[in-house]
């Protein structure tokens, strides 16, 4: 097996996509993201491959202080903005998985952060980012609204805004998950995403078409959540009036247009899923793999249960990007 040294020079020489991120700079986050986020189990899941004709790799990305992929962001994030001479705070708007990963990255460093949210936003998200030390403000609306609130705060405030995906090294940090995944294993013929605001599709797609470019890169989001997708088939910013999803984590209206430039570069098929299916996949993960998650982390499982053809035989691996879900409503949503 390659040392880390020799794996990170052959890294230097491939093409990569044309995307805002960097495979040099991908592999030096690393060394920015704390341990507990790194370095996460995957594994082969033979019982829920058996249930879905093909071999499927579980990547969970939830076993971690704030059980989601985006501690591996804000770790860099909040790095960075550690190492200036004179750290100033930090505010994102959040529908709870990035405030979480925000507010846990400026406590161990001392940063303050402030998250804006909807008051429609999952209330035990909400307590757990306050529990980490975060001054919460809530607003009417939803994640747009949120948007729009943490940018003035940030200009009255002389504050640092995160803007998940729109802010690099959001994906850059995402993006360390496809390099363990590739390290991790000899060939994948498909990696499923959940695609949100971007992050962790761009940044993991950015890795796979840069080291393993056969493999198909597939980002789904729900048909009650399209922007993303719509933009993605029209190759321009499409936009949305309202939101209606249970997968919370990845409801947008307002896609980002560096973002999408990114997606058009790395995804190979861009999928929209029915809420029924998310829910069989949020069941099939339960059943077969001993997982509660979110109904975001079971969009590649509700991708191959409305596609079985496209993945029959083959190895796919899913991100499990988020299990922050009340206990009342996972158990209603996972009932046959």
Not at 86 to 107: E, F, H, I, M, T
Not at 117 to 132: F, G, H, Q, W, Y
Request: charged residues 25%.
């Amino acid at each position: 097996m390659r040392s880390a040294g020799e794996r990170s020079a052959a890294y230097r020489e491939v093409r990569q996509p044309d995307t805002r991120l960097d495979l040099d700079r991908i592999l030096a986050t690393r060394e920015q993201i704390s341990s507990v986020f790194r370095d996460t189990p995957q594994f082969a899941c033979p019982a829920l491959g058996d249930m879905l004709d093909c071999e499927v790799v579980i990547k969970l990305e939830t076993a971690n202080p704030i059980r989601c992929f985006k501690g591996r962001g804000t770790e860099v994030v909040m790095s960075r903005l550690a190492s200036t001479p004179d750290p100033k705070a930090a505010v994102c708007a959040s529908a709870g998985n990035l405030g979480q990963a925000l507010a846990y990255s400026g406590r161990t460093r001392g940063i303050g952060v402030t998250v804006v949210a909807a008051t429609s936003a999952n209330p035990a998200k909400i307590d757990r980012i306050r529990r980490l030390g975060a001054a919460v403000e809530l607003v009417e609306g939803d994640i747009e609204e949120a948007r729009q609130r943490a940018r003035e705060i940030a200009a009255s405030d002389n504050a640092l805004l995160v803007e998940d995906s729109e802010n690099l090294d959001t994906c850059e940090g995402a993006a360390t998950i496809g390099l363990e995944l590739i390290e991790g294993c000899d060939r994948i013929d498909t990696i499923l995403l959940a695609l949100g605001g971007g992050a962790l599709a761009t940044g993991v797609g950015h890795v796979f078409k840069s080291l393993s470019p056969t493999t198909e890169v597939v980002c789904i989001q729900p048909s009650g959540a399209p922007a993303l997708a719509l933009s993605w088939r029209a190759r321009t910013v499409v936009t949305t009036d309202r939101t209606d999803t249970i997968a919370d984590g990845v409801a947008g209206r307002f896609p980002i247009a560096a973002v999408l430039q990114d997606l058009l570069a790395v995804a190979d098929h861009v999928p929209l899923v029915e809420e029924a299916s998310i829910k069989a996949g949020m069941r099939l993960l339960h059943r077969h793999a001993g997982l509660i998650v979110e109904p975001s982390a079971a969009l590649g499982i509700a991708a191959i249960l409305e596609d079985p053809s496209r993945y029959r035989g083959k190895r796919v691996a899913a991100v499990i990007c988020g299990s922050n879900v009340l206990p009342e409503a996972f158990s209603e949503w996972i009932k046959d």
